[in-house]
């Protein structure tokens, strides 16, 4: 059996009326219609999936703005580091990239210190994450640190791969 890589890219609306965290429009669904909204994707499948994260609708205000922002070339240049980072220290495992690790490679390149420890398992515990997403935090927090160019996982690494599980969570109305 063969696995093929690939990178799934979906897109689903908070509520049934797609306004429950617009803070311009007030969303007109009950909880239990929520909840029955989100029972529809079945939490095995969230599960397996990185990240997932709210995308706030753009206003034109932040679309006309002229304001300087990292240019595409930059980041470009920022992922290859990174990914190359990754070749790099996973040569001697006979994988790429850190999406591609392991349970026991996560523990070997994925080490925390205390503060950052503390912050998982509080995150762990207080939000209700799975065995699955404790590794898919560890991974995309180092993802992250690469990205930063930082050999280690830092607190801000840990603290933002976290904010990416907001499917993990229950939602507020």
């Known amino acids: 059996m063969f696995l093929a890589p690939i990178m799934l890219v ?11 965290t617009d803070p311009k ?3 007109r669904c009950s909880t239990t219609q ?46 290859n580091k990174a990914r190359a980072i990754q070749r790099e220290r996973l040569k001697d495992e006979g994988i790429m990239s850190n999406a591609q690790m392991s349970h026991k490679q996560v523990r070997k390149f994925c080490v925390l210190g205390k503060e950052e420890n503390n912050l998982l398992k509080m995150a762990m515990t207080e939000l209700n994450f799975s065995a699955r997403a404790y590794d898919k935090i560890l991974k995309v927090s180092r993802t992250i640190a690469d990205l930063a160019g930082s050999e280690q996982i830092k607190t801000e690494h840990l603290s933002e791969a976290i904010q990416c599980r907001n499917l993990d969570r229950e939602f507020f109305v």
């Open 25 to 27: 429009r007030a969303c």
């Open 10 to 20: 979906a897109a689903m609306n908070p509520c049934p009326c797609g306004f429950l």
């Open 34 to 79: 929520i909840a029955r909204y989100r029972a529809k994707i079945s939490g095995p499948l969230l599960d397996r999936i990185d990240i997932h994260i709210e995308v706030p609708p753009a206003r034109y205000q932040e679309l006309s703005d002229n304001i300087s922002a990292e240019s595409s070339a930059q980041i470009k240049e920022r992922v």
